[in-house]
């Protein structure tokens, strides 16, 4: 087994922000990923038998905030109690050491890019945890901006603009309208509290079947098992720029490291520990801004019944997407949710369903023509088809047959400058490399030529070999078509 050593100094303990204190937002905000996952540990650590003698205090490092005030017409409660986890920047608390060991530069934005409800089913014997894009397309109701005060009707916007503009209460509003799953209780992490918390863990172990490396965050692992430090854990979760996956490749990795922290603490005798269990609670507390009713009273009833709780016991997906690329005028590039499947999706939290039983359909592999496996699921990754032959209609035809197997061709097929071309050529930038090899399956006998600062689209040129387009499935689970098997339970995500 590797074993990645620190790439930082040991980090001296920074005092908790002060409650009630209202972060500045700057102009520029930069888009990091993943503050809200250690949160689920303040869920799930909390164990059977640790008093309100060793949780006292704890409830003064909590930062409050009004995330429900005057809110009306809310979803009707349901079974179980769903927390929407909100990740925020936070980097002024970082240190300057810890910024360039981990790439943290620039200044902090107070802005959220993560977004998570994690569901807690009634006999408290399972977690589902639904990851929601921070460009899914959502339409806020009629709000006051926080920032200049002003009134704005309801308008559409990709879903992190939510807390840019109103904050946690309009955040919730809005994912509320979206999901129609009532929100009981709202928690917002940042940088440090997960850095602190899974170093008080002793670490994570993180297994990858790929080497993974991201020059944006410093990222560069080999395939094979990794013993994680708080830093280190942090670059692996906000890569954005590992094969092709962008965003929704970094949400599966999130769940994975999600299953392992919650593996982690129920293997490593925090629960049993109360000094331990405090001292990894106040790491998580100590950056953390939550709603007025969460406190440790609802810590200490929900860990005494959460007891058994194990990595088997939890599930993880993202809600389904029905369309890439989703153009809005003044917004850009969106997610459209799928209508059916997120519905299901979210009808089963508010029923206190398993997830992986929400279509109420066999999940048996349906009889087809055998798939190609590829490491990058083909509806992430994004292409552009350019006809390199002097057939008329040819370009359009390969763009149709791509979009049909899942691949977000561009709809805009064009004529190459110079026709002629012999072989079907797949030009892409090296950083993703990965998704170059998906879509050469997909075109049996095309060649792959890597084009440095191409960027994230990739690049067909149809030759006059072309014979038609093969039919390619992503290798792992959590990146398959049908929508139960895009839910992976926590068991299924370790280390084998």
């Not at 608390?93 to 807690?120: F, N, S």
């Not at 999706?345 to 009889?367: M, N, Q, V, W, Y």
Request: charge should be positive; aromatic fraction near 4%; proline fraction near 7%.
């Amino acid at each position: 087994m590797s074993r990645t050593s620190p790439a930082g100094p040991q980090r001296r303990p920074r005092p908790a922000p002060r409650p009630g204190r209202t972060p500045v937002r700057p102009p520029r905000r930069p888009r990091w990923a993943m503050r809200a996952v250690t949160t689920l540990s303040v869920v799930v650590l909390a164990s059977a038998g640790i008093g309100h003698a060793v949780m006292t205090g704890l409830d003064s490092d909590i930062a409050r905030v009004d995330a429900f005030k005057d809110m009306k017409n809310r979803p009707r409660a349901g079974h179980g109690m769903n927390v929407l986890l909100v990740g925020t920047d936070g980097r002024d608390k970082i240190t300057e050491a810890e910024r360039r060991a981990y790439k943290l530069g620039g200044a902090p934005c107070h802005c959220t890019d993560t977004i998570m409800i994690v569901h807690i089913s009634e006999d408290r014997e399972r977690a589902s945890v639904v990851s929601l894009p921070r460009d899914s397309y959502a339409e806020l109701p009629a709000h006051t901006d926080r920032t200049t005060g002003e009134r704005h009707h309801a308008h559409p916007v990709k879903l992190n603009a939510a807390y840019a503009e109103g904050g946690p209460q309009l955040t919730v509003r809005t994912v509320e309208r979206m999901t129609k799953v009532k929100i009981d209780h709202y928690l917002e992490v940042d940088f440090t509290s997960f850095m602190k918390t899974v170093d008080v863990l002793g670490g994570v172990e993180i297994c990858i079947a790929e080497p993974m490396k991201d020059r944006y965050t410093g990222l560069d692992l080999p395939a094979g098992r990794h013993e994680m430090t708080g830093g280190q854990a942090l670059q692996y979760v906000r890569a954005r720029h590992v094969g092709g996956a962008s965003d929704l490749g970094r949400m599966q990795r999130q769940q994975r490291f999600m299953a392992a922290l919650v593996a982690r603490a129920t293997s490593s005798g925090v629960l049993l520990n109360p000094m331990k269990f405090r001292d990894v609670t106040r790491a998580v507390l100590g950056s953390v801004r939550a709603d007025r009713g969460f406190g440790t009273d609802e810590l200490l009833d929900l860990g005494r019944a959460m007891r058994n709780f194990s990595p088997s016991s939890s599930e993880f997906t993202t809600v389904p997407i029905g369309r890439m690329g989703y153009a809005v005028k003044g917004i850009g590039s969106t997610l459209k949710w799928d209508p059916e499947g997120s519905e299901a999706l979210f009808r089963a939290l508010r029923d206190d369903k398993p997830l992986s039983g929400r279509t109420g359909k066999p999940t048996a592999e349906p009889k087809a023509p055998p798939a190609v496996r590829v490491p990058v699921a083909p509806d992430q990754i994004r292409v552009q088809v350019e006809n390199g032959t002097d057939t008329s209609g040819l370009g359009r035809r390969v763009d149709t047959a791509l979009a049909a197997q899942g691949f977000r061709t561009t709809k805009q097929p064009t004529n190459a400058e110079r026709p002629g071309a012999g072989r079907t050529v797949v030009s892409y930038d090296p950083r993703w490399d990965r998704s170059a090899k998906s879509l050469a399956a997909a075109l049996p006998g095309s060649e792959l030529r890597p084009v440095k600062d191409q960027g994230a689209v990739l690049k067909v040129t149809v030759g006059s070999d072309f014979k038609a387009v093969q039919k390619v499935r992503a290798e792992h689970p959590a990146q398959n078509e049908t929508p139960d098997e895009k839910v992976v339970r926590g068991d299924e995500t370790g280390c084998s």
